[in-house]
Nanobody, 123 residues
Framework: VQLQASGGGLVQAGGSLRLSCVAS????????MGWYRQAPGKQRELVGS????????GDSVKGRFTITRDNAKAENTVDLQMNSLKPEDTAVYYC?????????????????WGQGTLVTVSS
């Protein structure tokens, strides 16, 4: 299973970025996808998650970030629209996929992570 994240970069405070993540490989069924972030010296924290159309956001991004998912495509995707960005949003953003995956041992539950994409917000 591979999760490929894209869309990170450098943006000025108040600006916007859109992150995308595509999950591919031996996916049996995904139940949830999400975005987490980790700033230098801090623990990884939830940015947003989506499961069955229900979204959940970290308190610091509510009202500014929107997570969406498109299961209609052959590949499962999760996007994160980030508006009104602040310098404190600077972090490496990771996407994840929670679900059932086909392995040589059969179908197993797992949470898979992408490699991360850097978002830098300048003041």
């Amino acid at each position: 299973v591979q999760l490929q994240a894209s869309g990170g970069g450098l943006v000025q405070a108040g600006g916007s970025l859109r992150l995308s993540c595509v999950a591919s490989g031996s996916i049996f069924r995904l139940t949830a996808m999400g975005w987490y972030r980790q700033a230098p010296g801090k623990q990884r924290e939830l940015v947003g998650s989506i499961s069955g159309g229900i979204t959940n956001y970290g308190d610091s991004v509510k009202g500014r970030f929107t997570i969406t998912r498109d299961n209609a495509k052959a590949e499962n995707t999760v996007d994160l629209q980030m508006n009104s960005l602040k310098p404190e949003d600077t972090a490496v953003y990771y996407c994840n996929a929670d679900g059932l995956f086909s392995t040589t041992k059969g179908v197993v539950h797992s949470v898979e992570w992408g490699q991360g994409t850097l978002v830098t917000v300048s003041s």
